[in-house]
C-alpha cells in the first residue's frame, strides 16, 4: 500500500525563522505535489515537481524532490504570519490521476 | 482563473436520504474529481472521469456513485447516506496540458 508521509504534522514556529517540512513517500513517484489549504478554504497548488532534483520557488517557499530517496522537502525562509495554513504533499505514481495525499502539516506561525 | 463551484457550502441531510453533490468548472477541462476529507486522514479519491459519461474509481468509491453528462458538471450521488459518510467533500478539475487540480471551495455535509 503506498503510503506518503508529512513530518511534522504540526508545527508552530517564529515569523523571520526557518524551517522544513518533509514528505516520504513508499513507492517510486516522479511526480509530486504540494498545495496549501487556509482554514476553512479549498486547496491551492503551490508547486507541481516532475523530476528527481527539481526544485521550485515562490517568495518564501522552496520545494524539492530526490525521488531516489522518495522524498521531497518544502522550506520555508524567514516566515511570516501569512504563511499558516495547512500543507499537503501529493504523489502520483502511476500517472494515472490517482493522487495520494499526505496528511497534511498544520504550520502555525507566530508573530 | 479556473472556477469550480460546488452546489452547497453546507448540507445536513438524515440517515438512509439520497444526496446529490454538484460540481460544476468553467475552463473547459477535461477531468474531474471527487474527494473526501476528513481531519488526520487527508484527502482521499471517491471517483474521477476522464470524459463525459466516463467513470473511473478511485481509493474509496465504495457507498458512492457519480454521473457526468456534460463535460462542465460532476456530480457525486449518495444512493443512501449514512452517518460514516459525514464528511468535507471537495471536488477537482484539471485540464490535459498541465498536471495540477484546482479545486472548489467544498461541500460540509452532515449525515444525522
Known amino acids: 500500500e503506498l503510503k506518503v508521509e508529512q513530518n511534522p504534522l504540526f508545527l508552530s514556529m517564529q515569523e523571520g525563522k526557518n524551517y522544513t517540512i518533509y514528505c516520504n513517500y513508499s513507492t517510486t513517484s516522479d511526480r509530486l505535489y504540494w498545495y496549501r489549504q487556509d482554514p476553512g478554504k479549498s486547496l491551492e497548488s503551490l508547486f507541481v515537481?516532475?523530476?528527481?532534483?527539481a526544485v521550485k520557488q515562490e517568495g518564501r517557499l522552496m520545494a524539492s524532490l530526490d525521488t531516489k530517496a522518495r522524498l521531497s522537502t518544502l522550506h520555508i525562509t524567514a516566515a511570516v504570519h501569512d504563511l499558516s495554513a495547512t500543507y499537503f504533499c501529493a504523489v502520483d505514481p502511476n500517472r494515472d490521476d490517482k493522487i495520494i495525499f499526505g496528511k497534511g502539516t498544520r504550520l502555525h506561525i507566530l508573530p | 482563473d479556473v472556477k469550480v463551484t460546488q452546489s452547497s457550502r453546507y448540507l445536513v441531510k438524515r440517515t438512509g436520504e439520497k444526496v446529490f453533490l454538484e460540481c460544476v468548472q468553467d475552463m473547459d477541462h477535461e477531468n474531474m474529481f471527487w474527494y473526501r476529507q476528513d481531519p488526520g486522514l487527508g484527502l482521499r479519491l471517491i471517483y474521477f472521469s476522464y470524459d463525459v459519461k466516463m467513470k473511473e474509481k478511485g481509493d474509496i468509491p465504495e457507498g458512492y456513485s457519480v454521473s457526468r453528462e456534460k463535460k462542465e458538471r460532476f456530480s457525486l450521488i449518495l444512493e443512501s447516506a449514512s452517518t460514516n459518510q459525514t464528511s468535507m467533500y471537495l471536488c477537482a478539475s484539471r485540464t490535459g496540458g498541465r498536471y495540477e487540480q484546482y479545486f472548489g471551495p467544498g461541500t460540509r455535509l452532515t449525515v444525522t
Open positions: 515537481l516532475l523530476s528527481n532534483g
